[in-house]
């Protein structure tokens, strides 16, 4: 039986195409890689520390941002966070996690600054640069149902004062390289693109775990 005539044209179009593929999943893999590393340690971290009985929870530096952000049980979501956004070419100016309260009130809050010189951001539009807030809040506040959320606001002057800040449409867990998207068009086109991914389960539940574990000592 004689085997079909190939389209040597057509043969290497496929091939191209199928590189491109494999090329396309690699980068993806490489970034989920990048992105479980860093996470995988700042969890080690907050293990740690949370073992040697380094974790303030007695809130005594409330509203004070940690150098280290895994001392805090949200520390390990918002390093990873500033990872992934670091991958996406954002890389941010500043990433804080600390504790607030609202009206006696206490929960957490991290803080993600992205700026034109520094994040890459278009300086037409944000001259000042804009910020990403992560809260969560144990649901004993009136005002705010319990669990986490995002936001952003942009920057309006060099003292760090900022416009009213708006809700990103995405999961208060969103995983961090799907947040990095929202963020990109967000930067580049005036407007969030809504994403739904979660975080990683395996990583995401040791640290709600941890984060339940403080707002019930909080």
Same mark, same amino acid.
């Given at each position: 039986m004689t085997a079909?005539?190939?389209?040597?044209?057509?043969?290497v179009e496929r091939l191209r195409k199928r590189e491109q593929e494999l090329l396309t999943e690699i980068r993806k893999l490489t970034a989920e890689n990048t992105e479980? =590393? %860093?996470a995988a340690k700042t969890s080690r971290?907050? @293990?740690?520390?949370?073992? =040697?009985?380094h974790i /303030?929870? $007695?809130l005594d530096s409330w509203g004070e941002p940690v150098t280290n952000t895994h001392t805090l049980p949200h520390g390990?979501?918002? /390093?990873?966070?500033?990872?992934?956004?670091?991958? =996406?070419?954002?890389?941010?100016?500043? %990433?804080? =996690?600390?504790?607030?309260?609202?009206?006696?009130v206490p929960y957490l809050r991290g803080v993600i600054t992205l700026t034109p010189?520094?994040?890459?951001?278009?300086?037409?539009?944000? %001259?000042?640069?804009?910020?990403?807030?992560? $809260?969560w809040h144990t649901g004993r506040d009136e005002d705010f149902e319990r669990g986490p959320s995002w936001q952003w606001a942009k920057l309006v002057d060099e003292h760090g004062q900022s416009a009213p800040p708006e809700p990103l449409p995405v999961p208060g867990f969103v995983a961090p390289a799907m947040l990095a998207a929202t963020v990109a068009t967000l930067a580049h086109t005036g407007k969030p693109t809504p994403m739904g991914?979660?975080?990683?389960?395996?990583? @995401?539940?040791?640290?709600?775990a941890a984060i339940d574990a403080w707002g019930a000592e909080s």
């Open positions: 079909p005539a190939v389209d040597p044209a057509a043969e479980l =590393a %860093a971290n907050f @293990r740690a520390d949370l073992n =040697a009985g /303030n929870l $007695d390990p979501y918002i /390093n990873a966070i500033e990872v992934a956004l670091t991958e =996406a070419k954002l890389e941010p100016e500043q %990433a804080d =996690a600390f504790v607030e309260d609202s009206y006696d010189e520094t994040s890459g951001i278009p300086a037409d539009r944000y %001259a000042h640069g804009l910020i990403l807030i992560w $809260d991914s979660l975080w990683h389960d395996h990583l @995401r539940q040791p640290v709600e």
